[in-house]
């Protein structure tokens, strides 16, 4: 069972950037694709990045491509999600997700950007 943390949220604005934490125990880290998903007030969650668990490959929605950045040590069993140029747009519940035939999700961190 693997268990995920997330931290990193708040509130910032519009132009800003955060860096979005997610700590993962109880599995095999190094195994799994680890990935980031974020959920808007009013609309379903969505898919916001991804990194493979062998060739380390990075996917990205179009609306953060250029701006977001996922990146994974294994050695910290730890993802990260940087965040910069940030729009209002972007606020919603940043949700770590980690895959391998299974889904586990973290409880979710809030960032919220301002105008």
């Known amino acids: 069972q693997v268990q995920l943390v997330e931290s990193g949220g708040g509130l910032v604005q519009a132009g800003g950037s955060l860096r979005l934490s997610c700590a993962a125990s109880g599995g095999t880290f190094s195994n799994y694709n680890m990935a980031w998903f974020r959920q808007a007030p009013g609309k379903e969650r969505e898919f916001v990045a991804v990194k493979t668990w062998n060739s380390g490959s990075t996917r990205y929605t179009d609306s953060v491509k250029g701006r977001f950045t996922i990146s994974r040590d294994n050695a910290k069993n730890t993802v990260y999600l940087q965040m910069n140029s940030l729009k209002p747009e972007d606020t919603a519940v940043y949700y770590c997700?980690?895959?391998?035939?299974?889904?586990?999700w973290g409880k979710g961190t809030l960032v919220t950007v301002s105008s």
């Open positions: 997700n980690a895959n391998r035939g299974m889904d586990y």
